[in-house]
């Protein structure tokens, strides 16, 4: 394998994990904003327009955003804690790979 062929590979997979994420915290969880549209091209004015509209404590959008990332953040630490969904799941994924690992060494 080449450095070329690592490159590539690494910087595909970091591009599609990004594409991924941006798709999550725009689409699905709503508590982000699209900076790029494909008409126009990204500058400092856009982004600092879009920061100052999230800082905005008054703007509509800003506190629907913040709202959701509340309720995220609280659903988020619910799965995190002592016998939450990711502690339960995460712990059923090792139990059944060191079984699987086991199973294939005899």
Do not use: Y
Request: hydrophobic share 40%.
């Amino acid at each position: 394998m080449t450095l070329l062929t690592i490159f590539v590979s690494v910087l595909f997979v970091w591009i599609c994990e990004l594409c991924l994420n941006s798709k999550m915290v725009v689409e699905d969880w709503k508590i982000g904003w699209k900076v790029k549209r494909p008409e126009a091209k990204i500058d400092q004015a856009k982004i600092a327009g879009l920061v100052k509209k999230f800082m905005d404590l008054e703007d509509g959008e800003g506190k629907e955003t913040r709202s959701r990332v509340r309720e995220l953040q609280h659903t988020w630490k619910g799965a995190i804690e002592e016998g939450g969904s990711f502690k339960s799941n995460f712990s059923a994924f090792i139990r059944d790979f060191l079984q699987c690992h086991a199973h294939q060494a005899n």
